[in-house]
């Protein structure tokens, strides 16, 4: 695999994940939280099933818009803006 399909790759899987609206409500909260926080706590205030936000925060941890870290029985997720800006940021400069 070459550097740059590799950087294709990363960029489809960003751009996936930044296309559903739950996903992007996920997204959006945590920016606003601007701090680690349980996925619980994101869940109830968007409004989504345990089940739905597993899913969800698992393709936001594989596309590395999020970190993730588990303590005792509860996850905890992040912003990652080192990925928004790698990839979104220099998206039409990559093509």
Known sequence: MTKQTGKNE??????KALADPVR?????YLKQCDHEVSC?????AIGISKTSGSYHFKLLQAAGL???????????VALDQSTF?????HFWDNL
């Open 10 to 15: 990363q960029a489809i899987l960003v751009f």
């Open 24 to 28: 992007l409500d996920i997204l959006h």
């Open 40 to 44: 619980g706590e994101v869940g109830q």
């Open 66 to 76: 999020i970190t993730a870290r588990k303590e005792s029985r509860e996850k905890y």
């Open 85 to 89: 800006e790698r990839v979104v940021g």
